[in-house]
């Protein structure tokens, strides 16, 4: 799979968390991965290591991004732009691999594939205010 497609399963997995507790999310990514045909061991692991990293830091993200923004706390944002925020927020404060500047592209690429009208300038507005 291509780093694209990892972030975008990353994503889809993201996106059940705030619908399920949290004693369920196993269930629920194992479902996403057997969704997955033809996916190699190590890109599961990747994703399931990754997201698994960013559920355990959603306190912490979700504090940033309320700090960073005016008018739109966490718990007013759709469950698409938010999981997709948390997801470019991740990137760009833990893995100093990927550039502030594709972490925020690739969210915006998720927002116009997976979110409103509106999502994707939403989104890059949000993250526009984490770049250093």
């Known amino acids: 799979m291509t780093r694209r497609e990892l ?4 994503f889809k997995m993201l996106f ?6 949290e004693g369920e999310m196993a269930g ?15 890109d599961l692991a ?3 290591n ?3 990293e960013i559920i355990a830091k959603i306190p912490e993200i979700d504090e940033a991004i309320n700090a960073s ?4 706390k ?3 944002m759709s469950k698409v732009d938010l999981s997709i925020i948390r997801l470019a927020v991740y990137e760009m404060k833990y893995e ?17 594939l997976y979110g409103a009208d509106n999502s994707a300038s939403f989104v890059n507005g949000v993250l526009a205010k984490f770049v250093c």
């Open 7 to 10: 972030r975008e399963n990353v």
């Open 74 to 76: 966490t718990s007013r």
């Open 28 to 42: 629920q990514i194992g479902m996403l991965d057997e969704e997955l045909e033809n996916i190699k061991e190590e």
């Open 46 to 48: 990747y994703m399931n």
């Open 69 to 72: 923004t005016t008018g739109w």
């Open 96 to 112: 100093e691999d990927v550039p502030e500047k594709v972490a925020i592209n690739e969210a915006v690429e998720l927002a116009k």
């Open 16 to 21: 059940r968390v705030d619908f399920h507790e």
């Open 50 to 52: 990754k997201c698994n």
